[in-house]
Structures are given as C-alpha cells and as structure tokens.
C-alpha cells in the first residue's frame, strides 16, 4: 500500500505545477518532484524493512 | 592546444575501460560458454555491483544527452523523465521480485521464456521475444548515436567522415569484448562509467549554475527566455499539456523495466534481496537525472544557442568546463553508451536465441551460449549500420514506437506474474490489437511532418483529452484481454498448460 502514494504524489500535475513557493530558488514544479525522489526510495526502504521485521 | 588536452584525456579513458571489457572475462570463476555465465554472470552479482550494472544500464548515455535536450527544446515538459525514473522503482519492486523468483526457481534468461512455460504458449512467447528485439534495436542504434554527436564534437580525428571511423573502431570493441566476456564486461565498465558521470554531473551542478548567477538566476532567465522564443515554451507546464506529462510518465515507467537490457541485468542479481534493496537505492540515479534535466535551462540561461539541440551538453560542458574535466565528461558519455549498449545486444541476442529459434533447432543443447553470443556481434552490427545509412531522425521514432509496443507486452507478463485468468489466445489478441493500434495512432501523428509524436489528442465527452499513445494502446489491449478470455474459455481454445507452481514465485 505505501508503494502507491508516489504514484499519488505524482498523479496529477495541476496540484504542483506552479512557481511559489520556491526552494533555495527552485520552482515549486521542479522542488516537488525532486524531493519525491527522495520520498520513493524511502518508503521502499520502509517497506523493505517491515517486511523483514514480520519474518 | 586545449582541445588537445581535452582529446587526449578523453582518448585514455575510453582506451582502459576496452582493457577492461577485455579483462572481465577472468572476473570470477565460470565456464562462458554456459548461457548462464556468459549472458547473466553466472547470476552472482551482489548489492553494489548490480547497482553500477542496473544503474549504468537504464540511464543510457542516450539519456544524458536528450533529456537536456528535450527540457532545452520543450521546457517543462522535458521533465517528464523525473517523476518516470520515481515511479518506475515502487512498480519494479513489486513485479521484478516476483519475476526474479520465478527465474530462478525455473532457470529463465528472459521474460518470453516465463511467457512460454506460464501459458504454454509458443506465438504468445513470439510475440514478446519481438516485442523485445524490435524496441531494443531503435535503442542500440540512439546510444551510437549519442556516441556520434560526441564524437563529431571533439573534432579532429574522432569526427573523420562525420565520426563514423572512430564509431565503428568503437563499435568493432565493444563487440569483441562482449562476445568475449558477457554480461561481465559492461558489468565491470559500469563502475568507471558512473564513477565519471557523477563526478560529471556533481562538478556540473556546482560549477554551471554558479557561473550563470545561481539556480534561481537559472530558472528566471530561462523562463524569459523560453517565453521570448518563436515558438514559445515555459518552465511551468501549460493545462492542456498535464494530462500528457502524467500519462508519459506513467507509461514510460511502466516500460522502462520490461524492457529486455532491464530485464538482463536484474536477473544477474543473486538474490531476491539484492533486487528489493537495489530498487529503493537506484532513485539515486533518478536525482542526478533530474540536475542533468535542468542542465537544459542551464544551456537556456547561458544563451547557448544550436539549431542541433543533442549537442547542447557538449557545448556547455565546452564552455564552463576546465579542458582535462571536458575531456572526462565526454568520455563518460562515451563510455556511457557502451555499457546499455552491450547489454541490450545481449538482452536481445539472448531473446533471438531462446525464444525466436528455439523451435527451428532442435539440436541446440540448452544452456549453450553460442548462438546468443553469435547474435550479439549481428545485433551490434545492425545497430552500427542503421546510424550510418538512415537518418537520425527515424532512429527517435522507432525508439518512441519502442517504448509505446514494450507497455504491450504488461497484461502477459507483469499481469501473468499473478493470475492465469487471461487466456493465452485472448493475451495473443491483445497484444496484436494494441500493436496495430498504437502504431497506427503514433503514425497518424507523424501525418504534418515532423516525426512522431508520443501523444494523441482524442476527445471524451466532448473534452479534449491529449495523452501518451501506449496507454490508449493498454486500454485496448486489457479489453480485448479480459472480453476474449471468457469467449475462448467457452469454446476451450487455446488453454496452454502451467509448467510453473505456486512454490516457484514465492
């Protein structure tokens, strides 16, 4: 289930498609989808380690 | 002067990483002419190596030069590529463990191979072997030509007769040592190579920006001057355009590890563990894709302007670059072609060989390598030779044409992975409606003359609706899927036998 909310967080363009606010001088746009980078490998990683704590 | 500086440097890199090719061979105990040593090494690949090999594998060189370019071309929606390389991970997590269990348990080299013996089927297996071929060939041919714009860049004797000399010494290397050593040697190159492109892109993204006045300097002058051009782009997307940016992101991220290279080099791993851990470290690479993206509004801000916009990277690096860390850069663009390149010539030999031929040689003993290693040198080769004789330009559409025909081959394999409740005849169908389909779509689009375009616009209920053509082309395949199924079932057609069981997935 946490693996769906990347697909969430990028599903529809409108919610991020905008200038403000920025972050150390990127777009909002592009400071969004960058940091859910981020976010996609942690949450494979949660996964990862609650799979192996169930075993 | 500096030029020579940059050749040179450039020259010795590319020269040690054929030593290495060459030298990979002796990587590790195992007979090479075993199909499982020579096209998966041997199936032993750890955490860390995979990483360089998967890594260097996706994120083709071909990348490094159109993703800047696409974002310089086209502005935002260039940047498509990000969110695509995110959300591929958490899909490929899921589908690949699986696959890679069953690889194992069962001993395939290739997804045709599963296709086969989950539904015993042998044109359902035809259809994904090429399926795989045909969208992996376009994409050997767009890493040379990568190659080749570099290669015209550096001039002097790298660009004799438009560089195509120096492409086929490369390309005549890059065939000796795979045939040679494997999957071992982009293996063992794939290190080098991504050692080089992070430093690349790491000096890049500290050096450019703060020429140009800093990231937020960046991003303004590039906006005004995408929006003062003729044909004006901007850095935020237009609403008519989100629709595309999410579909062409879905799609392409639904694709990217189907694709018979991905495919290779996640089945070398040795363990289910190895696969899972590497699929939360690769977004790394996904960041660095993401700074080399907006590398294109760097170029903008910079006022680099080029009517050849896959020569955009060389320029910049030209320009900011000290001569010895231009030289570098390029070398790793270079050498970051040869490695996706090699594996996809062995990703689809191996397909060829397994899957396309199987049934015309009976006498082949299973496991060989030869013929596979025999087709990798064809495979090269036909690539090297559609760069030179048929424009650049028809080499993009067809790798287009290829992303849009691999999303075909999901309800067989990646659904299959779960549930036989699709029949092997309906799958077939599916397949063949969607292929036609979403080749006549991405034709139609090429009608005004300027090559293919990924996107259609159709119109639902009277609302316009621009989006990526593989997805309309999985909607019709799912629906001819799930309509023939229970039709077939009724007329008992085409059942197939399961050779796989339950144990070998978990």
Known sequence: ?55 | MTHAVRNEVFAGLVAFVSLIGFFAARWGSGNLRHLDEWALGGRRFGTIVSWFLIGGDVYTAYTFIAVPALVYGAGALGFYAVPYAAIAYPFAFVILSRFWNVARARGYVTSADFVRERFGSRSLEMAIAATGVLASLPYIALQVVGMKAVLVHLGGAFAVSNGELALTIAFVLLAAYTFTSGLRAPAAIAFVKDTLIYATVVAAIVIIPAKLGGWGHVFDAAGAALAARAKPASILLAPDQQIAYATMAFGSSLALFVYPHSITSVLAAKSRAVVQRNMALLPIYSVMLGFLALLGYCAVAAGISTKDTSSIIPLLLDRYFPPWLSGVALAAIVIGALVPAAIMAIGSANLIANNIFRGFDSGRAHGDAHLSKLLTLSMSAFALCFVIFVPTAYAINFQLLGGIWMVQVLPAFALGLYTRAFNPAALFAGWLAAMTASTAMAVATAAGGHGISPNMTFVFFGQPVTAFIALYGLAINLAVCSVLSPVFALLRLGKGTDATTAADYA
């Open chain 1, 1 to 55: 289930m946490l693996l769906l909310v990347p697909f969430v967080a990028y599903l529809d363009p409108a919610w991020y498609d905008r200038m403000e606010p920025r972050v150390l001088g990127f777009p909002f746009f592009y400071a969004y989808q960058l940091g859910w980078i981020a976010l996609t490998s942690i949450l494979i990683g949660v996964v990862l380690f609650l799979g192996r704590l169930r075993r």
